[in-house]
């Protein structure tokens, strides 16, 4: 029931964009993605609500397709601030784990100059 | 720096000891969390507290009881703990605990914990 995150790792020159994405099998109410750098807390980015709907921030950008169960994290023209690990935590909407909050297993990246 | 303060930030234990993880927000939220992070592991949720009442624990071992005295306060009791249970441990708070309402956590710095 753990959302599935991919890739696993990515490595990026500085400028370049990235995608992370966030799959889960059941339906769900809520994505949170959350950024954690080495030795320090996971530190919130954005929550998305509604199906479709896409935030941002800074160059960060993400969506969520409720149809198909899914987020993307969007690293665009990605500055070396942006390395760390990207977790998503979802939240489910189905009856039978209505709720229920989980964490991937996170997405490490690393930009370089 | 979040104002989710978490001590100690490091401890070394035996699996005979008896010892306490605290957590601290500054926040004025009403709910807070226990987190594991274990290396190559997804963050495990722990305990839920709303409102200083356990809502939720996630099958976790009786060797962790969690203590929440109020709103504002939050522990980690460990006794007998196994090699295994070592792990960095995150408090986090949010404002009403609605996870389902899509609220935002804050987290805090985290106590790696190593059980010998």
């Known amino acids: 029931q753990q959302p599935v995150q991919s890739p696993q790792a990515v490595i990026l020159r500085e400028g370049e964009d990235a995608v992370i994405n966030c799959s889960s099998s059941k339906a769900l109410y809520s994505v949170h993605w959350y950024r954690q750098k080495h030795g320090e807390a996971p530190v919130f980015l954005m929550i998305?609500?509604?199906?479709?709907e896409q935030k941002g921030h800074e160059k960060i950008s993400a969506s969520f397709n409720e149809k198909k169960q899914q987020s993307s994290l969007y690293l665009t023209a990605s500055q070396l601030s942006y390395s760390g690990t990207y977790f998503c935590?979802?939240?489910?909407?189905?009856?039978?784990?209505?709720?229920?909050?989980?964490f991937g297993a996170g997405t490490q990246v690393v930009v370089t100059p | 720096e979040t104002g989710v303060t978490q001590t100690p930030r490091h401890l070394v234990m035996g699996m005979t000891n008896k010892k306490s993880l605290k957590c601290e927000q500054h926040?004025?939220?009403?709910?807070m969390y226990w987190y594991k992070q274990s290396a190559k592991k997804p963050l495990e949720l722990m305990f839920v507290y709303n409102f200083k009442e356990q809502t939720e624990n996630n099958s976790v071992p009786s060797r962790f009881s969690p203590e929440c005295p109020n709103s504002s306060h939050l522990f980690l009791h460990l006794h007998t703990l196994q090699p295994e249970d070592s792990a960095l441990y995150l408090c986090?708070?949010?404002?009403?605990?609605?996870?389902?309402?899509?609220?935002?956590?804050?987290f805090g710095p985290g106590t790696r914990l190593l059980v010998l």
């Open positions: 986090a708070s949010s404002r009403q605990g609605g996870l389902h309402n899509g609220e935002t956590q804050y």
């Open positions: 935590g979802t939240e489910m909407s189905a009856t039978d784990s209505w709720g229920k909050f989980q």
């Open positions: 926040l004025g939220h009403n709910a």
């Open positions: 998305l609500l509604k199906g479709g």
